[in-house]
Nanobody, 120 residues
Framework: QVQLVESGGGLVQAGGSLTLACVIS????????MRWYRQAPGLEPQRITA???????NYRDSVKGRFVTTRDEAKNMVYLQMNNLKPEDTAVYYC??????????????WGQGTQVTVSS
């Protein structure tokens, strides 16, 4: 059973930084794209970053220049470095990954989420 677990959320003042981490556990063959989503109260989830299997990242315009996503294949982890945080970044952050569960199948998995709160 594949599981994703996020960590690193918390309360930070505007202008501060946080680093989120997501680790995958269980039995799998490999990880394809890794993504971070966030969901603020009353709003739909939005994808903010993705990083491909080859390590190429892309970012939502609202976080470009402030957030950096990286992946560590050896540790089966994906990170989200968040700098210059703003109150509008307040949300629950989720990692989402496409995971090869066997030689032919890929499943999509979500973590449980971690709360990020940015105070003004």
């Amino acid at each position: 059973q594949v599981q994703l677990v996020e960590s690193g959320g918390g309360l930070v003042q505007a202008g501060g930084s946080l680093t989120l981490a997501c680790v995958i556990s269980g039995s799998f063959f490999g990880i394809r794209d890794m993504r971070w989503y966030r969901q603020a109260p009353g709003l739909e989830p939005q994808r903010i970053t993705a990083i491909t299997e080859n390590g190429f990242p892309n970012y939502r315009d609202s976080v470009k220049g402030r957030f950096v996503t990286t992946r560590d294949e050896a540790k089966n982890m994906v990170y989200l470095q968040m700098n210059n945080l703003k109150p509008e970044d307040t949300a629950v952050y989720y990692c989402n990954e496409d995971v090869r569960t066997d030689r032919v199948r890929t499943g999509n998995y979500w973590g449980q989420g971690t709360q990020v709160t940015v105070s003004s």
